[in-house]
């Protein structure tokens, strides 16, 4: 990754906009409270080593922060319902009902981001139109999982509930290597995704000039 960075400065591959994908660091932001969610701190690292190590490509760069991708619903066990009781030999007709469960806050609201239809155009939005150093939040929809669990109710048409867990009762319950969402969904109910007060300034999509 540096390399590359490195490359793109020199005279002869100068290109006139650098666009960089970013997320601020959650260890930094919460005091070391959530330590293992490595790539979050990686990206705001490099960044920091882009404007300390390459003012030139940094003059030029813009950061695209992407939100939770709609897509882990499909791969991330924490993220999608289960049954919450194996069904009845006696009632076979009893309508079925499932659980979400998570570290995330209920009411806290997530930002989420459809990677294959949004990133093009938000992309080509900073390169065109936006001011160089925007930081841009890339977020189609916002919900909480309380909605999300309403949602899948509806549209299944079975019910379906949030409830809320601690961080060690979501990796005792999905494993170790979901400990990295688990403290992503926590930070993220605490300190929204860009790290709130303490973050750096955002431009959302609606603000955008195109």
Not at 26 to 39: A, K, L, N
Not at 44 to 51: F, Y
Not at 69 to 91: C, E, I, N, T, V
Request: charged residues 20%; positive net charge.
């Amino acid at each position: 990754m540096g390399t590359k960075h490195r490359n793109s400065s020199r005279p002869s591959n100068n290109p006139p906009r650098f666009v960089y994908s970013s997320l601020p660091s959650q260890r930094e932001m919460s005091g070391s409270r959530y330590p293992h969610v490595f790539h979050w701190d990686a990206k705001a690292r490099i960044v920091r080593t882009i404007r300390s190590e390459f003012p030139n490509l940094a003059s030029k760069m813009s950061l695209i922060t992407p939100t939770a991708y709609m897509q882990r619903f499909l791969g991330a066990p924490m993220l999608q319902p289960h049954r919450s009781s194996p069904p009845s030999s006696a009632d076979w007709n009893a309508k079925l009902s499932f659980q979400i469960s998570n570290p995330a806050s209920p009411n806290a609201k997530f930002p989420f981001f459809n990677v294959p239809v949004s990133t093009d155009p938000l992309v080509h939005a900073l390169i065109t139109s936006e001011d160089i150093g925007t930081t841009l939040l890339a977020c189609d929809d916002k919900r909480s999982f309380v909605e999300v669990a309403e949602l899948l109710s509806k549209i299944g048409g079975s019910d379906t509930t949030f409830v809320p867990c601690t961080i060690d009762e979501a990796i005792s319950k999905y494993g170790f290597r979901m400990r990295v969402l688990a403290e992503s969904l926590s930070f993220i109910s605490e300190f929204e995704y860009t790290g709130g007060e303490l973050g750096q300034k955002v431009t959302r999509r609606w603000e955008l000039k195109t």
